[in-house]
């Protein structure tokens, strides 16, 4: 993203004001007295003159009634902060339960919704499926009734290492029903990813699949998740749910079919059976203690390895949902660390039940005839967020197995159309991928059912951005490009979608969010336009309550920097106008010669020119300077890779941003290692260049491009 006094100064979209006077926000401020967004941040944050609790207080208590988030035994107070915010215990003495907000009052018999469709779900192959909250619930029911019957009770933890088919979702709800802790594992990762997350989150039941599509090919997984449990240990119970039509069929009759009967439309494996099988099998037959499956080559170990057809199938579909304590765990949800192991960042029944359904209501103006997508897993913090948001409200929510390029680069774009979606969000990465392959791929669909696009996961850069306004979005629906994180569940910074917008901004807080920027002793400077630490200084009912690995590396990680302000590590900035933007990780800062700058500044020049496609900006030692730039880049397809080029782009950074800052090299590769959420991972860059130890790389989609880094160093 470049910087936000250059090419992001001006206002490119202004809502229609039919449209933001219909919005859900719109109509909280007329029913409170509230006359703009910087008063409605203050009323939702702050003191109030007359009134006996302070914003936060007052606000995260109306909005439980306001948004209807039901209760079983109402809350004592707000909030207990005796012990600071760092351990602000919210809503104490209530008890409720996720599972009841998202599913069970919606599927009620005499409920409107009990026949509305909560999921939308499309396979990468053109399978589809329309599932209602009466089937969700159903199901629900079902994995919460297994659960039981394994020995699983309140406070254990239950691992999803899934495909996105629909029965994840009624796994997750399952483990809401009856108090178990949800473990969402990312259906990309390794054994190693995944051996680390079952070992420290120590989950005695883990559900998994055969596998599942992409790209038109099947991605097996039991053999990894067999491979993971055999070094981690712990998972006693593994539930399998065929996708890929691996099961054995009894008496004649197809495998699969007999899973997903209880929904109402095609089996999600009956098309999907290939013939050749042998990585799986292969693998299954190094080891002494797997077996194949009845004739299957899927690996198998006999005393705990079940199908889902044979076990959670079979189960009663009534369930008593357990009324819980508000500060119950709901989820424990893994964000990658900078050293050492993935951090388990512990979420509660009413924090993240509170947050996301605020978040999808008010930024993403959630209606009743919605159709919702976000390309997203369920290992991701945006999956569980997108469904329980969106769930709350009994809305419907669109599911996506495959690759977005498959079989061609405008499926998504083909499948907005064809299903009439009216928000989508996607990361930057993706943006930019699918710009690449050429306007046509959009404008030959109709978009025109999107009402609001939304995007996370790392800065944007201007030219995408406004790509994806114009030729997305017809420059009528606002980007609500949001920034906050795993450790809340939600968002510290989200633009309403009544406000105007610069490209890339963040807009600024989001309700209720108490959040600032300062420099480096703490002092705000967010009024000054310059250039600081994003921080908190609250909390909010959703913010971690520790890491599951305990209190202190939590404290470490996010309060230690300065007394009482969470340091979330972005690097921000407020602009004159009042818009926030974000420049990287500040972890990630370039000091060269006593001035820092942002990588992502950096990077947003490179990438103006008219060759490169991506770029990224890390700091190396110098004896002269201290820290000295070092960037990787990404060229347009068909570009040579020359020296002249480089010149160009050494010059091009030394005339935006000073010679101090003129990259020392300019290295070409054909991809930078990432996250699978898009972030781009500098700081294994940074260490791949230095020849030292890049760290806990668990979370990286395409370890492959690490060796390219290592190759052009």
């Given at each position: 993203?470049?910087?936000?006094?250059?090419?992001?100064?001006?206002?490119?979209?202004?809502?229609?004001?039919?449209?933001?006077?219909?919005?859900?926000?719109?109509?909280?401020?007329?029913?409170?007295?509230?006359?703009?967004?910087?008063?409605?941040?203050?009323?939702?944050?702050?003191?109030?003159?007359?009134?006996?609790?302070?914003?936060?207080?007052?606000?995260?208590?109306?909005?439980?009634?306001?948004?209807?988030?039901?209760?079983?035994?109402?809350?004592?107070?707000?909030?207990?902060?005796?012990?600071?915010?760092?351990?602000?215990?919210?809503?104490?003495?209530?008890?409720?339960?996720?599972?009841?907000?998202?599913?069970?009052?919606?599927?009620?018999?005499?409920?409107?919704?009990?026949?509305?469709?909560?999921?939308?779900?499309?396979?990468?192959?053109?399978?589809?499926r329309h599932v209602t909250y009466h089937d969700l619930a159903q199901q629900t029911n079902r994995v919460a009734n297994y659960l039981e019957s394994v020995g699983v009770e309140t406070g254990d933890t239950v691992g999803l290492?899934?495909?996105?088919?629909?029965?994840?979702?009624?796994?997750?709800?399952?483990?809401?029903?009856?108090?178990?802790?949800?473990?969402?594992?990312?259906?990309?990762?390794?054994?190693?990813?995944?051996?680390?997350?079952?070992?420290?989150?120590?989950?005695?039941?883990?559900?998994?699949?055969?596998?599942?599509?992409?790209?038109?090919?099947?991605?097996?997984?039991?053999?990894?998740?067999?491979?993971?449990?055999?070094?981690?240990?712990?998972?006693?119970?593994?539930?399998?749910?065929?996708?890929?039509?691996?099961?054995?069929?009894?008496?004649?009759?197809?495998?699969?079919?007999?899973?997903?009967?209880?929904?109402?439309?095609?089996?999600?494996?009956?098309?999907?059976?290939?013939?050749?099988?042998?990585?799986?099998?292969?693998?299954?037959?190094?080891?002494?203690?797997?077996?194949?499956?009845?004739?299957?080559?899927?690996?198998?170990?006999?005393?705990?390895?079940?199908?889902?057809?044979?076990?959670?199938?079979?189960?009663?579909?009534?369930?008593?949902?357990?009324?819980?304590?508000?500060?119950?765990?709901?989820?424990?949800?893994?964000?990658?660390?900078?050293?050492?192991?993935?951090?388990?960042?512990?979420?509660?029944?009413?924090?993240?039940?509170?947050?996301?359904?605020?978040?999808?209501?008010?930024?993403?103006?959630?209606?009743?005839?919605?159709?919702?997508?976000?390309?997203?897993?369920?290992?991701?913090?945006?999956?569980?967020?997108?469904?329980?948001?969106?769930?709350?409200?009994?809305?419907?929510?669109?599911?996506?197995?495959?690759?977005?390029?498959?079989?061609?680069?405008?499926?998504?774009?083909?499948?907005?159309?064809?299903?009439?979606?009216?928000?989508?969000?996607?990361?930057?990465?993706?943006?930019?991928?699918?710009?690449?392959?050429?306007?046509?791929?959009?404008?030959?669909?109709?978009?025109?059912?999107?009402?609001?696009?939304?995007?996370?996961?790392?800065?944007?850069?201007?030219?995408?951005?406004?790509?994806?306004?114009?030729?997305?979005?017809?420059?009528?629906?606002?980007?609500?490009?949001?920034?906050?994180?795993?450790?809340?569940?939600?968002?510290?910074?989200?633009?309403?979608?009544?406000?105007?917008?610069?490209?890339?901004?963040?807009?600024?807080?989001?309700?209720?969010?108490?959040?600032?920027?300062?420099?480096?002793?703490?002092?705000?400077?967010?009024?000054?336009?310059?250039?600081?630490?994003?921080?908190?200084?609250?909390?909010?009912?959703?913010?971690?309550?520790?890491?599951?690995?305990?209190?202190?590396?939590?404290?470490?990680?996010?309060?230690?920097?300065?007394?009482?302000?969470?340091?979330?590590?972005?690097?921000?900035?407020?602009?004159?106008?009042?818009?926030?933007?974000?420049?990287?990780?500040?972890?990630?800062?370039?000091?060269?010669?006593?001035?820092?700058?942002?990588?992502?500044?950096?990077?947003?020049?490179?990438?103006?020119?008219?060759?490169?496609?991506?770029?990224?900006?890390?700091?190396?030692?110098?004896?002269?300077?201290?820290?000295?730039?070092?960037?990787?880049?990404?060229?347009?397809?068909?570009?040579?890779?020359?020296?002249?080029?480089?010149?160009?782009?050494?010059?091009?950074?030394?005339?935006?941003?000073?010679?101090?800052?003129?990259?020392?090299?300019?290295?070409?590769?054909?991809?930078?290692?990432?996250?699978?959420?898009?972030?781009?991972?500098?700081?294994?860059?940074?260490?791949?260049?230095?020849?030292?130890?890049?760290?806990?790389?668990?979370?990286?989609?395409?370890?492959?491009?690490?060796?390219?880094?290592?190759?052009?160093?």
């Open positions: 993203m470049a910087s936000a006094d250059t090419t992001t100064d001006e206002v490119v979209h202004e809502p229609d004001e039919a449209f933001a006077e219909a919005t859900n926000v719109r109509q909280f401020m007329r029913e409170y007295g509230i006359d703009d967004y910087e008063t409605l941040i203050e009323r939702t944050t702050t003191a109030v003159e007359g009134e006996p609790a302070s914003g936060l207080d007052w606000f995260w208590d109306e909005i439980v009634d306001y948004l209807g988030i039901e209760f079983d035994e109402p809350y004592d107070t707000v909030r207990d902060d005796s012990d600071g915010p760092q351990f602000t215990d919210w809503y104490p003495g209530g008890k409720l339960n996720l599972a009841h907000n998202v599913l069970d009052r919606h599927a009620a018999s005499d409920s409107e919704r009990r026949n509305k469709v909560a999921c939308l779900w499309e396979g990468e192959p053109g399978d589809e290492y899934m495909p996105m088919v629909p029965e994840v979702i009624s796994i997750l709800y399952g483990c809401f029903s009856v108090g178990a802790i949800a473990v969402p594992i990312f259906s990309g990762f390794g054994t190693e990813a995944t051996a680390t997350r079952i070992a420290d989150s120590a989950c005695s039941v883990l559900f998994t699949a055969d596998g599942f599509y992409r790209r038109g090919s099947e991605v097996t997984l039991k053999d990894t998740a067999d491979e993971a449990i055999e070094q981690a240990g712990h998972v006693e119970h593994t539930v399998v749910y065929d996708r890929l039509g691996s099961r054995p069929a009894d008496d004649g009759e197809s495998a699969s079919s007999g899973q997903t009967a209880e929904y109402d439309d095609s089996a999600s494996g009956d098309q999907a059976a290939t013939e050749d099988d042998s990585a799986s099998g292969g693998q299954a037959a190094e080891s002494d203690a797997v077996e194949t499956s009845q004739a299957t080559s899927v690996p198998w170990v006999p005393d705990r390895d079940a199908w889902w057809s044979d076990t959670v199938a079979q189960q009663d579909d009534a369930y008593d949902t357990k009324s819980l304590p508000a500060d119950q765990e709901s989820m424990l949800l893994y964000s990658s660390g900078t050293t050492g192991e993935p951090k388990g960042i512990v979420h509660t029944h009413a924090g993240v039940q509170v947050q996301c359904a605020k978040e999808i209501h008010f930024g993403f103006d959630q209606k009743p005839s919605d159709r919702f997508f976000w390309v997203s897993d369920i290992g991701w913090m945006m999956g569980p967020w997108t469904l329980i948001g969106n769930h709350t409200f009994g809305g419907t929510v669109f599911v996506y197995e495959g690759a977005p390029d498959y079989p061609q680069p405008d499926r998504f774009w083909e499948m907005i159309d064809r299903h009439d979606i009216t928000q989508f969000g996607i990361s930057p990465t993706a943006i930019r991928a699918l710009r690449k392959q050429g306007d046509h791929w959009v404008e030959d669909h109709d978009l025109s059912s999107l009402r609001i696009l939304g995007s996370t996961g790392e800065p944007w850069d201007p030219e995408s951005w406004q790509w994806f306004y114009e030729q997305v979005g017809d420059e009528r629906c606002p980007i609500v490009n949001i920034s906050g994180g795993t450790e809340i569940c939600g968002c510290f910074l989200m633009p309403m979608p009544d406000q105007p917008l610069k490209p890339c901004t963040l807009g600024g807080p989001g309700l209720g969010m108490d959040i600032d920027i300062v420099d480096s002793s703490g002092e705000s400077v967010a009024d000054t336009g310059e250039r600081g630490f994003l921080v908190a200084r609250d909390s909010c009912p959703s913010t971690t309550k520790s890491l599951w690995s305990g209190d202190e590396r939590y404290l470490s990680e996010y309060w230690s920097t300065w007394d009482d302000l969470w340091d979330h590590g972005d690097w921000a900035q407020k602009d004159d106008d009042g818009f926030w933007f974000l420049h990287g990780r500040a972890d990630d800062a370039l000091n060269v010669a006593g001035r820092k700058i942002g990588p992502a500044e950096i990077e947003g020049v490179l990438m103006d020119h008219d060759d490169v496609n991506r770029a990224a900006a890390v700091g190396v030692p110098d004896d002269t300077t201290g820290t000295a730039v070092v960037t990787y880049v990404v060229t347009e397809e068909g570009v040579a890779e020359t020296d002249e080029l480089r010149t160009e782009l050494t010059e091009l950074v030394g005339e935006e941003h000073g010679k101090p800052f003129r990259p020392r090299e300019v290295l070409f590769v054909e991809e930078f290692p990432k996250t699978q959420s898009g972030k781009i991972i500098r700081r294994a860059i940074s260490a791949v260049y230095a020849g030292e130890d890049p760290g806990d790389l668990s979370s990286m989609e395409n370890p492959e491009a690490l060796e390219a880094i290592r190759e052009a160093s």
